[in-house]
């Protein structure tokens, strides 16, 4: 693999619990704009996981590199005991949204942060900000923090800063919304069709109040056909540059849900075509969760559009410009 830039504006992982001698070529060669950190990757001897985060940081001088992971509380915490944990969003605190119980929330936070930037892990793809309107919706199910939008804002909030006066760069996820999905994007498509008043009235209550304080925002392979009737919400420039950059006039950086999923067709050339077309659309950086040659396909992809097309490239650029200025933020505990 020959050396590129084109790293930067993509989140890679690894296999293991260390850096195979294939990967850290590879990434030396390439390096990415940070790593996303699953259970597969979390030694059971937490001064192991503290140990690969420096090796990962030590693969490239200057900014830091963005060290995340999806600790969001009940069944999606890649971190288990006795790592801090009290259970899913929709419960944590009782489920109300008290004075006393939103200054938990935030306390809970807070504790989580200074946790996870012990162990190098400096960004959590949280809070969830769907508003559990299905409960159907095994999915998203208990880790939305209420089932309507005051409830979310209110939580989710409280989370929120306390994950970032501890330090660790939270992620509001998944924009638009979720909450009303029938199906699982990680196995298949859904289309979550809920007319336009709906979802300004509804789904993007908690997004607007939270968009201010948050760095990052993750978008949803879904397909919401109230805004775009063809294409994944993270595919669209309908979405990301109509609605999230134009409408709602978010400038922090736009993140796509895990490329690897089955609502993205996975066959080289679609998938390859699906991470340029979520760049283009307006995606400052595209998460690549599995496989080292995936990482390959996509930096590959994103170098022979840079030199096919000027917009494209100029395109990359803002994106990189803008991981620049997120990873500038980043502590390494």
Known sequence: MRASEAGAVILAAL?????????KLCFQQCTPAGFTLFRRNLSPDFPNIRTLSVE???LMEGLPLLLAIDQEGGRVARLRAPFPLIGPALDMGGGGTEPETLQFLKNHAYVQASSLLGLGINANFAPVLDIL????N???????FGRDAETVTARAGAYLAGLQEGGVL???KHFPGQGHAAFDTHESSAIIDIDRDTLWARELKPFMALMPAA???MISHSIYPAIDPKLPASLSPAMLQGLVREKLDYRGVIVSDDMNMKAIDQD???WCEAIVASLHAGADLVLVCRELERYRWAVEAIDQERSRSPSFAKRWQEARLRMGALRSRLRNG
């Not at 309107?133 to 159907?136: L, N, Q």
């Not at 095994?138 to 939305?144: H, K, L, Q, S």
């Open 15 to 23: 296999e293991g619990t260390a850096l195979t001698p294939e990967e």
């Open 56 to 58: 990962l940081q030590s």
């Open 133 to 136: 309107t299905r409960e159907d």
């Open 138 to 144: 095994v999915a998203i199910g208990d880790r939305c």
């Open 170 to 172: 939270g992620c509001l």
């Open 215 to 217: 760095p990052m925002l």
């Open 268 to 270: 080289r050339k679609p």
